[in-house]
């Protein structure tokens, strides 16, 4: 046998009549009915996602939360650095002797000092003096006036703020007559 | 598998080399027809009466059971109403629901592992009515009919996958090559080999083991040629 032959009798074969049934009917319903739900709701969602998808604006999202997490991990660094440094934290309640040291290498540990008005402490806090008399011996002046403190200063600008107060004590007093003062 | 290197594309082929594009067959009334589908159930309405026939034949016609082909012909219509704002009219609706019907079939082929007997299906379909043979002669005649056919049917249906439907089509469906090459997505010449393949391989098993097959009026698959 040819293929010839195996065409001929695949091509006169007689298929059978399918004779449609209630499926037909049904079928349309169906359809329609999808249909019509398609059309008049479309799938906002559905369409949202698939034009997001061809477009890529998905990738906004994404790019803006890793910009507001970058934000925020350098914010909080940002802050943590300053406190290390010894910046007045914001939020904290003053509660000690204003010590303002031209030299940062002078510093107290606040719990070593009486309530006061407010702290200002910057410099490294491991470098504290043996005493309080070592620390007034030094070039430090302390304060007692409320010193306003502004959340987010650091200790060189809050210095800075308080010059003309420093200057007013240092007209009257001595420096170390100063800090005794507060102290005791 | 494409690939490219040094620039040049291996392993894959251009999409003009895919006879898939048969915009002068398409219709400008079935254009428009199909363009208000998309947003009037009416219009698709027209659309499924149109191919519901066809669409339905064509999968009895590879599954030799009506309850299987409906199920098929449904799920082949909710594909296309799905799939219809995708649709481009690169070639007829026709073409693209036998494509979509294709793909239904041969993930049910995949699915389901066991095979019904299709004379059996086919006897039980003629008794409830829901399947005619043309001959108005006797019950040995319609018996007879009924035997060879599906003895056709099933050496078609044991063929492998990526011959049997482009068979179907061909020789069942009386489809042309370039029509073949669309619905399945092949280029022409490789439609033709796997025809050519195809009917090598079922010639060979129907003369092997078709010792039972009626002969046709003219032509036997087993004393019309050679035997080997």
């Known amino acids: 046998m040819t293929d010839d032959d195996a065409e001929k009798i695949l091509s006169q074969i007689e298929p059978p009549d399918v004779i449609e049934g209630e499926h037909r009917r049904t079928l349309k319903e169906r359809l329609l009915e999808a249909h019509s739900d398609k059309v008049e709701s479309p799938n906002m969602l559905g369409t949202g996602i698939l034009m997001a998808t061809r477009s890529r604006v998905w990738l906004l999202p994404y790019a803006a939360a ?34 303002v040291a031209p030299t940062q290498r002078v510093a107290a540990k606040p719990a070593d000092l009486p309530p006061a008005d407010c702290l200002v402490y910057f410099g490294a806090w491991r470098k504290s003096p043996d005493s309080m008399d070592d620390l007034l011996t030094r070039d430090a002046a302390v304060l007692l006036r409320p010193a306003p403190i502004e959340s987010g200063l650091d200790g060189r600008r809050f210095l800075k703020t308080m010059n003309p107060i420093k200057e007013e004590h240092n007209e009257k007093h001595s420096m170390r007559g100063v800090a005794s003062g507060a102290l005791v | 598998m494409k690939g490219c290197w040094m620039g040049v594309e291996v392993g894959s082929r251009t999409r003009s080399e895919v006879p898939t594009s048969f915009p002068q067959d398409v219709t400008p009334a079935e254009r428009e027809l199909v363009e208000r589908a998309r947003k009037e159930p009416e219009a698709f309405g027209h659309l499924y009466e149109d191919h519901y026939h066809t669409i339905l034949t064509f999968l009895h016609r590879n599954t030799s059971d009506v309850s299987l082909a409906e199920e098929l012909t449904s799920r082949t219509f909710f594909k296309a109403l799905r799939a219809l704002p995708k649709y481009a009219h690169r070639q007829p609706f026709r073409l693209w629901l036998y494509a979509i019907a294709a793909n239904e079939m041969r993930m049910h082929w995949r699915a389901e592992n066991t095979r019904r007997s299709a004379l059996a299906s086919l006897q039980h379909d003629v008794k409830a009515g829901r399947v005619r043979f043309h001959s108005g002669e006797s019950q040995a005649d319609l018996e007879d009919r009924m035997r060879r056919y599906s003895r056709v049917v099933e050496l078609l249906g044991a063929l492998p996958e990526k011959y049997r439907i482009p068979l179907s089509l061909r020789y069942i469906e009386s489809l042309r090559l370039e029509e073949i090459a669309s619905i399945t997505g092949k280029r022409l010449g490789t439609v033709k080999s796997i025809l050519h393949r195809g009917m090598k391989l079922l010639r060979k098993r129907a003369a092997r083991k078709d010792a039972t097959l009626p002969p046709p009026p003219h032509l036997s698959l087993v004393e019309g040629g050679k035997q080997k």
């Open chain 1, 66 to 99: 890793v910009a507001a997490a970058c934000i925020l991990v350098g914010l909080a660094f940002w802050m943590f650095g300053r406190a290390d440094k010894g910046g007045v934290r914001i939020g904290q309640e003053p509660r000690a002797v204003t010590i």
